[in-house]
């Protein structure tokens, strides 16, 4: 396993209101998931998430499947 660390962004959409989530993809190659955080707790905890449940989650957003909120 590599120790490298999350290069963190933030969606071009956000409009820094500070309710955003972070991603960091430079992670997916080396360790298979795409870490996800809070970007108003960047100390806080990490989520985790499989390459393919992040895809799916992307998928269904774009697909409009959760409707608004």
């Not at 071009?12 to 998931?33: P, W």
Request: charge should be negative; hydrophobic fraction near 40%.
């Amino acid at each position: 396993m590599t120790n490298e660390s999350p290069c963190w962004f933030k969606s071009s959409y956000s409009e820094n209101g500070g309710q955003c989530v972070e991603v960091a993809t430079n992670l997916i190659a080396s360790r298979g998931v795409v870490p996800v955080r809070d970007s108003k707790s960047l100390a806080g905890p990490v989520l985790n998430v499989a390459v393919g449940s992040f895809a799916s989650f992307v998928a269904g957003v774009k697909g409009d499947e959760f409707g608004t909120v």
